[in-house]
């Protein structure tokens, strides 16, 4: 079981918005800054978000991040076909003194 | 441009070692970490360790330790990972990724293409 958890799945239709979310504890996102990654199939994962809320350039303005208390968001509007993809947040926890990863949230565009 | 090449796909046996290179190029080598990552077949992702090129510190995931070594060679930009007493769910992709550290964290920027490490009696 990963440390922070994400919903198996999501999905939408193209130019909707949808929500990933990522909840955690006290010890990683309570403390923590959140990072998502993006991972097309049999591929490296990509940085998507930084910092909570960080672009890192090139990453179109339609990824957004937030993070609330033990608890983090992905958005993403306008989808598009090519969002399609395993999302992961990951934070450092404290306690564990290492990197923990959520276990990722597979996104189909329907 | 920043690239990060990883060595090729290895395929091994039960409680052989394994070892993984990553070759940076396009930045300063020694300004940046490195940290290591895998993913086990149709799984999530699991952080395995990080090291500083500029110290050589490292840190590795509880789990790991003491079959887990990490290392750096400056003067050819390459960090490598061994990885000892292979067992069958060491069967991974191992990636390596470069490590941006700020004032109160840390987020891996670019990412080597991976390398598959399968682990076979």
Request: glycine share 12%; with cysteine.
């Amino acid at each position: 079981q990963s440390v922070l958890t994400q919903p198996p799945s999501a999905s939408g239709t193209p130019g909707q918005r949808v929500s990933i979310s990522c909840s955690g504890s006290s010890s990683n996102i309570g403390s923590n800054p959140i990072n998502w990654y993006l991972q097309l199939p049999g591929t490296a994962p990509k940085l998507l978000i930084y910092s909570n809320n960080q672009r890192p350039s090139g990453v179109p303005g339609r990824f957004s991040g937030s993070k609330s208390g033990t608890s983090a968001s992905l958005a993403i509007s306008g989808l598009q076909s090519e969002d399609e993809a395993d999302y992961y947040c990951a934070a450092w926890d404290d306690s564990l003194n290492g990197w923990v990863f959520g276990g990722g949230t597979k996104l189909t565009v329907l | 441009q920043v690239q990060l090449v990883q060595s090729g796909a290895e395929v091994t046996k039960p409680g052989a070692s394994v070892m993984v290179s990553c070759k940076a190029s396009g930045y300063m080598f020694n300004n940046y970490g490195v940290t290591w990552v895998r993913q086990a077949p149709g799984q999530g992702l699991e952080w395995m360790g990080w090291i500083s090129t500029y110290s050589g510190n490292t840190n590795s995931a509880q789990k790991l330790q003491g079959r887990f070594t990490m290392t750096t060679d400056i003067s050819t930009s390459t960090a490598s990972m061994e990885l000892r007493s292979l067992r069958s769910d060491d069967t991974a992709v191992y990636y390596c990724a470069r490590l941006r550290t700020y004032g109160s964290g840390s987020y891996a920027d670019y990412w080597g293409q991976g390398t598959r490490v399968t682990v076979s009696s």
